[in-house]
């Protein structure tokens, strides 16, 4: 009782703390604070006092383990709350040969890497792509504070596989107990062998190296590049690429690391029917629902960017709705983890009723500071 007092007086502090940094936080653009953030974290990463500091506060900011612990995916995490892909994705580089070298020169390319996990606990890394991706150039991260929604058009940046997974390589002794990657097909690529060959590459450079994530996550649903993911999400490719990577983990690593996949809102109810048939056949552990939803960007209404927050939770949740019933009446063995505007208890209760068996957050991040899930879980229990 006194350790949930505790925890409780803790993300209140956090809550103010929030209160008193946002106005330095929103004084500037979306994209401006985000860039603040990550060139803090480069830093912050390598403080070891720091990062026992942060383990320390996560130790009694969430609810005790004994009282939130699941098992989800195939999964034990501490709590119900991830935080989702995108947030510790590492930085973008134009070639491979470039993003190693800056590995050779010791640069934390993946900002957040240590820090994240030690401050709320489970993280999805990435996406990563089979090669680096420079991202879309401009502004691509958007806020509407009044509608706690998010909007962005990054554009798959990222380090690429090889470089995040020998990054990570080099940091193995002091890598987070509990982390998945995510790894997105090459945007643009249509050949089915090609996308199959690119995430088993993918996948195989993290292995290879040692670097064993708790999952991976395929990420079927890469809005804001130049692909359309709905063409990943059909039912037959669905089932073709995840039975190609499951059998792969399965021979690879004997199948102790679960698959999980990524789907977009807005899909048909027959389109997540087939999908979460072809998980279940394929051997899939647990679905993400959902992915950004592209809508045209604040600056330019011919481009688009997803939403994120708030203004997607409603098209979430119906994603996890269909889900769930068609898990339902097949008695489909795979979770589903709910994610779109997850920023209170009202959100993730709605997404717990429609099925959901836990839930990632990425907006609430911004809308409620970088303890937002203990928060979410203690106004859960106190409110
Ligand atoms: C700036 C930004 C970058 C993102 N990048 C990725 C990504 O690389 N891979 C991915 O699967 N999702 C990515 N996402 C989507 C989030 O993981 C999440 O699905 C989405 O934001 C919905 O959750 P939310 O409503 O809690 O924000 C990104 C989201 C944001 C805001």
């Given at each position: 009782m006194r350790r949930q007092a505790l925890a409780a007086s803790i993300t209140a502090a956090n809550a103010a703390l929030y209160q008193l940094t946002r106005p330095m936080i929103y004084a500037g653009s979306a994209q401006a604070a985000h860039e603040n953030v990550l060139r803090v974290l480069k830093r912050v990463d390598g403080n070891a006092w720091l990062q026992r500091s942060f383990r320390a506060l996560q130790a009694v900011s969430f609810p005790p383990e004994a009282t939130s612990r699941v098992s989800v995916g195939g999964v034990d995490l501490p709590h119900p709350l991830i935080l989702a892909a995108g947030f510790v994705k590492g930085r973008g580089f134009n070639s491979e040969a470039e993003a190693l070298a800056a590995v050779r020169a010791g640069e934390n390319i993946i900002p957040g890497w240590r820090t994240m996990p030690a401050l709320v606990g489970a993280v999805e890394f990435g996406s990563f792509t089979r090669h680096p991706r420079i991202g879309n150039a401009g502004t691509v991260i958007w806020r509407h504070t009044e509608r706690r929604t998010t909007q962005n058009r990054?554009?798959?940046?990222?380090?690429g596989a090889v470089a995040a997974a020998s990054f990570l390589y080099q940091h193995l002794p002091d890598l987070p107990s509990l982390f998945g990657v995510n790894i997105a097909p090459t945007p643009a690529v249509d050949d089915p062998a090609q996308i199959k060959t690119d995430v088993i590459d993918s996948i195989r450079a993290f292995i290879a190296r040692g670097v064993r994530p708790a999952w991976f996550t395929l990420n079927l649903s890469c809005p804001n590049?130049?692909?359309?993911p709905g063409g990943h999400q059909t039912t037959d490719h669905a089932r073709d690429l995840c039975g190609t990577v499951v059998d792969f983990l399965r021979e690879y690593v004997a199948g102790s690391i679960p698959l999980w996949v990524k789907v977009s809102p807005c899909l048909s109810a027959a389109q997540y029917h087939g999908l979460m048939a072809a998980f279940a056949e394929t051997g899939v552990q647990a679905v993400i629902a959902t992915n950004t939803l592209g809508a045209p960007s604040p600056d330019d209404p011919t481009i688009n960017a997803g939403i994120g927050g708030a203004d997607l939770h409603a098209h979430a949740l119906q994603a996890v709705r269909y889900l769930h019933e068609t898990r339902t009446a097949h008695r489909h063995p795979v979770d589903i983890i709910a994610c779109g505007g997850v920023q209170d208890p009202i959100s993730y209760h709605a997404f717990k009723s429609a099925g959901a068996d836990a839930a990632q957050y990425w907006s609430a991040l911004v809308f409620?500071?970088?303890l937002a899930a203990a928060r979410i879980l203690q106004e859960d229990i106190t409110p």
């Open positions: 990054v554009g798959l940046k990222n380090p590049t130049e692909d359309d409620k500071g970088p």
